[in-house]
């Protein structure tokens, strides 16, 4: 099961997006059970914590949700950009 994209990468242009998906984006997820041990750890260690956080702690120990990523393969062209009619071609602002 792939993973969705970090925001900070879909903030970025389709290139940026294209280079991101032949990297990082080809490494195989990380098994749920080990993310959910390493949240547990994490979590344990916030509440125990003295430190005073800027995010409420529920924030803190919130699971990671687990979703469909966009650059799956089949989303993108041979080119790179995104596939689909009426596609918006950049996306910056």
Same mark, same amino acid.
């Given at each position: %099961? +792939?993973?969705?994209?970090?925001?900070?990468?879909?903030?970025? #242009?389709?290139?940026? *997006? *294209?280079?991101?998906? @032949?990297?990082?984006?080809?490494?195989?997820? *990380?098994?749920? =059970? @080990?993310?959910?041990?390493? =949240?547990?750890?994490?979590? *344990?260690?916030?509440?125990?914590?003295?430190?005073?956080? @800027? %995010?409420?702690? =529920?924030?803190?120990?919130?699971?990671?949700?687990?979703?469909? #990523?966009?650059? +799956?393969?089949?989303?993108?062209?041979?080119?790179? +950009? +995104?596939?689909?009619?009426? =596609?918006? #071609?950049?996306?910056?602002?």
């Amino acid at each position: %099961m +792939a993973v969705t994209a970090p925001t900070y990468v879909l903030e970025e #242009s389709l290139s940026s *997006q *294209q280079l991101w998906r @032949e990297t990082a984006g080809n490494r195989p997820p *990380q098994p749920a =059970e @080990e993310r959910a041990f390493y =949240e547990k750890i994490w979590a *344990q260690n916030f509440l125990r914590s003295q430190v005073p956080y @800027e %995010m409420p702690v =529920e924030v803190l120990t919130a699971t990671s949700p687990i979703s469909l #990523s966009p650059f +799956a393969d089949g989303n993108f062209g041979e080119n790179g +950009a +995104a596939t689909g009619e009426g =596609e918006v #071609s950049n996306y910056n602002v």
